[in-house]
């Protein structure tokens, strides 16, 4: 059967299921149900709280409302209704008895259809693989949040600026500390005045920095390497932005400058490779391979992973983190239209750690620079 005969079921909210988001194009916080049968307009069954907005913004779907179901299935003796009793009349209407559903489809609700008799397939992978290709109006978008990141590290980068070096090397602003957990705020409420949402901002310093996933804590120091990671979501169009810089207040050491330079130049490497066709896998090794030439060996040292233990870089859209992947493992093979990151590093505890990352179209020929953001060690 091919996709378009298929009859495709979520129930989900758009808040959190980016898939549910991608097909609906309406922030809706509670789940509902979308049902779209053998490649005909899209059924979308809201609580009357939703019903007229949803109208509204999504007329490339057939609006219909919960209560409206629920109310003729008590009539016909229904005495509990649920999601599985109001899919199942909306199959009936649909004349069909079998549903395509995503992998993170709710396992419970898929057991009480089977128990209606309605034929449940999960469908492993993308659940709508057309993701991975984005429009040139979701490019926009991207483009866009990468822009509220860029806002976010520019106020960052001025509070580093004017920050003074006390005692102990530790950095002071207005006469107290400068933490980490100061500047994560500073990024944070510059990117909701653009009218985006950051969480989990990355401001580590030092030792920090040499695990990719710490956030950073406490009080920030000169002369060594801050690693700053923005991931922004426009609250708008739900798409995320992704930019990481690597920056010293002060003077870097010789060491760190190398690290800089190397990583500088593994992005490079990664953007000359990205082209239609290209392996996610085969990017991820030249980078790997270049590090390795240059004496940068990956090894577990001191109970910790030392050098480059991560993938090269992952899609980016709706969620933060989807396909094509440029990783080691990775199965993809890069097309005209994907977006996605490129953000080598390098990690060792004596020195710090060093990350840069930028957002990338591929484009018919290679690929285009998303991010405009300087790369500049010293501020």
């Not at 991608?22 to 019903?51: H, Q, S, T």
């Not at 949803?54 to 009539?75: K, M, T």
């Not at 199959?91 to 079998?98: N, S, Y």
């Amino acid at each position: 059967m091919s996709r378009k005969n298929e009859t495709l079921l979520m129930v989900a909210d758009t808040e959190r299921d980016a898939n549910m988001l991608y097909a609906v194009g309406v922030f809706v916080p509670d789940p509902f149900i979308y049902l779209r049968a053998d490649g005909r307009k899209p059924c979308l069954v809201l609580n009357d709280l939703e019903v007229d907005r949803a109208r509204q913004e999504a007329p490339q779907a057939r609006v219909l409302s919960w209560d409206r179901f629920a109310d003729r299935l008590r009539r016909d003796g229904v005495k509990r209704v649920g999601f599985p009793q109001v899919v199942r009349a909306l199959l009936r209407e649909q004349g069909v008895k079998r549903v395509v559903v995503p992998a993170n489809f709710p396992h419970g609700l898929a057991r009480q259809l089977r128990d209606l008799r309605v034929k449940v397939r999960v469908r492993q992978g993308a659940f709508f693989p057309e993701r991975a290709v984005k429009r040139a109006d979701e490019v926009k978008k991207i483009s866009a949040a990468v822009m509220m990141a860029e806002v976010g590290l520019a106020e960052a980068i001025q509070v580093l600026k004017n920050s003074k070096i006390g005692k102990d090397r530790r950095l002071m602003h207005h006469n107290v500390p400068l933490t980490s957990e100061k500047l994560q705020a500073v990024i944070n409420i510059a990117i909701i005045q653009t009218g985006g949402l950051a969480n989990h901002t990355i401001v580590a310093g030092g030792r920090q920095a040499c695990n990719p996933h710490e956030r950073g804590r406490g009080p920030l120091k000169a002369h060594e390497p801050i690693v700053i990671d923005i991931f922004p979501r426009s609250q708008r169009t739900g798409y995320f932005g992704d930019l990481t810089r690597t920056v010293v207040r002060g003077r870097a050491s010789e060491a760190v400058r190398k690290l800089h330079h190397l990583v500088a130049r593994g992005q490079e490497i990664a953007f000359q490779n990205i082209r239609p066709g290209a392996s996610g896998a085969q990017v991820h090794k030249l980078v790997q391979d270049f590090f390795r030439e240059q004496g940068c060996k990956t090894a577990r040292k001191q109970k910790r992973m030392q050098g480059f233990f991560h993938g090269t870089g992952h899609g980016l859209g709706l969620d933060l983190h989807e396909g094509p992947r440029l990783s080691p493992n990775s199965e993809d093979k890069l097309t005209a239209g994907n977006v996605v990151t490129v953000e080598p590093g390098l990690y060792y505890s004596d020195v710090g750690g060093v990350r840069l990352e930028d957002v990338v179209l591929v484009t018919r020929n290679g690929c285009r620079n998303l991010t405009e953001f300087d790369k500049q060690l010293e501020v």
